[in-house]
């Protein structure tokens, strides 16, 4: 099972960018459809961003659409998440996922997934 660890979090005023990374660990890297969610303070989690596995296709939430780009390494077993204009109800705890079934539209809706990260808290001031 692959294990992840995010990183790149941070303050950021609005209008910023911040770019977020999740290294994985283990050697089936580009088995797993890798995505991040989010959760805001007393928010349920939510899907953001999902990449294939050589990083053909993505997926994103109409929230974060043209906003957000989620790309791929799988040399370097990491995921990033650029995020730019960002805006203050984009702050919120940002998890990776992993899991080797899923598909890139599907994975937002699935009860279940493989692998979390412990997740990376963003915020963004007014």
């Known amino acids: 099972q692959v294990q992840l660890a995010e990183s790149g979090g941070g303050l950021v005023q609005a209008g910023g960018s911040l770019r977020l990374h999740c290294a994985a660990s283990g050697h089936t890297f580009s088995s797993y459809v890798m995505g991040w969610f989010r959760q805001a303070p007393g928010k349920e989690r939510e899907f953001v961003a999902s990449i294939s596995r050589r990083g053909g296709y993505t997926y994103y939430s109409d929230t974060v659409k043209d906003r957000f780009t989620i790309s791929r390494d799988n040399a370097k077993n990491t995921v990033y998440l650029q995020m730019n204009s960002l805006k203050p109800e984009d702050t919120a705890v940002y998890y990776c996922?992993?899991?080797?079934?899923?598909?890139?539209?599907?994975?937002?809706?699935?009860?279940?997934?493989?692998?979390w990260g412990q997740g990376t808290l963003v915020t963004v001031s007014s």
């Open positions: 996922a992993a899991d080797p079934l899923a598909t890139t539209q599907a994975m937002g809706g699935m009860k279940a997934l493989e692998a």
